[in-house]
């Protein structure tokens, strides 16, 4: 009978000691898991930042680009503009200067 109940108490500590395994290693699976997640954030949060940056770099240079389009097209028409006016002010100094000449002396 002694035998019996010594088995018994045997198997509860070999129960007890499995339990408390278990619990170390799931404690320890949580404790990875929580760093691997953590670890995981950490580098979504990295490549947001890439991405980010990316797209603001390439959205400066399409500014940029957009900026010296518009700047040369300005000075196309500046220079149109320039043009016409001389030739205009040509065509002035053309007409007044025929009126100075031709204009009968009294």
């Known amino acids: 009978m002694e035998n019996i109940l010594q ?3 045997q198997s509860e500590e070999e129960a007890l000691r499995i339990e ?3 619990k170390q290693k799931a404690l320890l699976i949580v404790s990875e898991a929580r760093k691997n997640a953590e670890s995981i954030i950490e580098s979504a949060f990295a490549q947001g930042e890439e991405i980010t ?3 603001l770099e390439e959205a400066k240079t399409e500014a940029l680009n957009e900026r010296e389009q518009s ?3 300005r000075k196309e028409a500046d220079d149109r503009i320039r043009m016409k006016s001389r ?3 040509e065509k002035a100094v053309g ?3 025929g009126k100075v000449v031709n204009k ?3």
Request: net charge negative.
């Open 7 to 9: 088995e018994i108490i």
């Open 104 to 106: 009968p002396w009294q």
């Open 53 to 55: 940056e990316a797209i």
């Open 71 to 73: 700047m040369g097209a």
């Open 87 to 89: 030739e205009k002010l």
């Open 95 to 97: 007409f007044i200067f």
């Open 20 to 22: 408390n395994e278990a």
